[in-house]
């Protein structure tokens, strides 16, 4: 059973932020952190509106938990 939702969000150069799902298809984008977060949280309730969370294997109301990719800060 999965007990969070988890996805993995980088950055695109200057076109902004791409957030990709883990266990579920969904792949959303944002010109900022604030729009991609908010793109993310709308496209997970949308593809599970009207779905019964336990038959696809997700406790009730699981938490999305983000990774988030950062640029390497140190260079040699």
Do not use: W
């Amino acid at each position: 059973m999965f007990y969070t939702i988890k996805a993995h969000l980088h950055q695109r150069d200057q076109l902004g932020f791409i957030a990709e799902c883990i266990e579920l298809p969904i792949v959303t984008q944002g010109q900022s952190l604030d729009d991609v977060t908010a793109s993310l949280r709308e496209a997970i309730s949308l593809h599970l509106e009207g779905e019964e969370l336990a038959e696809l294997g997700f406790a009730p109301n699981p938490p999305i938990i983000i990774n988030y990719e950062m640029a390497t800060v140190c260079r040699n």
